[in-house]
């Protein structure tokens, strides 16, 4: 089977149709903006597609490729955690046997697909922030404070923070997620776990932080989900520090007190907020150069952090 970095090459013309829905023959569980979910023996299989959401609202085109990305840039930071011994987290042992089992050795399928336990996930986003950007910022500039934290004033758009920040949000089954205070979120799980995924969660930033820094990017924020074993034990689920779930910039473009170049999905955001769009569906269409520069993006993330460190 050709390795990831060569399938990414191959799609950079957009020949590749993007993997929006996918026929698969097991028990269907649920569908995300970007996962489908089925039942196997052996536990969940999430299955990333290339649907791209934006203001909560899914793309009519896909990004072809991202879901690969996705679940691949997932399964390299996986294998740091399990190093590193910070948190257990959901991928079942044997992944590849176990995908081709499923798949066969000739799908594209397996690329973008996770075997993971059956866990609860808590009712909270673990959001770490190191840099003041996006809702932060806007917090920031309305109040002079993040939320329940206090700030030097005179901070300026994508300045460093003096250390990095946890600041829980909502898990929404549906729209945004709304930013908790750390009463709120630990009256939600219970103040020995908020406490026990406030520190892991600082950790794990750290972790991503020092390793994106050797890839010449700047780890600027992330959210990380968690979920209990069935003996109340702590895991790391969903993904992790990849593109959809992180704020990315290259350092060598980085100037504080403007917004930054990205290597997130930020770059379809300020295609839409140009348009005339209410962000309600439907959503107006991507052309081929948002497309096309999205996937750049996400591959040269890839690129630099994954394929970089080999």
């Known amino acids: 089977m050709e390795t990831t970095n060569t399938y990414l090459e191959r799609i950079s013309d957009l020949n590749t149709r993007a993997q929006t829905t996918f026929e698969i023959p097991l028990p269907h569980l649920a569908s995300g903006k970007v996962r489908e979910l089925y039942e196997c023996e052996a536990g969940i299989l999430m299955v990333a597609s290339d649907r791209l959401s934006a203001f ?108 990095p920040l946890f600041t829980p949000s909502t898990k929404a089954e549906s729209g945004h997620d709304l930013p908790l205070t750390q009463e709120e979120a630990a009256d939600l799980v219970g103040e020995p776990l908020y406490d026990q995924v406030v520190d892991t969660s600082l950790a794990l930033y750290e972790m991503g932080r020092a390793r994106a820094e050797q890839a010449g990017i700047i780890l600027a924020d992330t959210k990380f989900e968690f979920g209990l074993d069935g003996d109340g034990r702590l895991h ?74 080999r």
């Not at 089992?101 to 866990?119: C, E, H, Q, W, Y």
């Not at 673990?126 to 809702?135: F, I, M, Q, T």
């Not at 769009?277 to 952090?305: C, F, H, M, N, Q």
Request: charged fraction near 25%; glycine fraction near 6%; hydrophobic fraction near 40%.
């Open 56 to 163: 909560d609202v899914i793309m009519e085109e896909g990004i072809p490729g991202k879901g690969i990305i996705l679940t691949q840039m997932s399964r390299f930071w996986f294998d740091l955690v399990a190093d590193s011994g910070l948190v257990p987290h959901h991928l079942l042992d044997h992944q590849n046997d176990r995908l081709e089992a499923i798949f066969g050795t000739s799908s594209d399928l397996s690329r973008r697909a996770m075997l993971v336990k059956s866990l609860q996930p808590l009712k909270i986003e673990a959001v770490v922030r190191g840099y003041l950007s996006g809702s932060a910022w806007k917090v920031y500039r309305e109040t002079g404070a993040l939320w329940d934290y206090t700030l030097p004033p005179g901070l300026r758009e994508s300045d460093v923070l003096p250390r």
């Open 236 to 309: 790391l689920i969903d993904e992790i520090l990849t593109p959809d779930s992180s704020r990315y910039w290259p350092v060598d473009a980085y100037v504080p007190g403007q917004a930054q170049a990205s290597f997130d999905k930020q770059f379809v955001r300020d295609f839409l907020e140009t348009s005339d769009w209410d962000k309600s569906p439907p959503p107006p269409a991507l052309p081929d150069s948002v497309i096309s520069g999205t996937l750049d993006r996400y591959r040269e993330a890839y690129l630099r952090i994954v394929e970089g460190s």
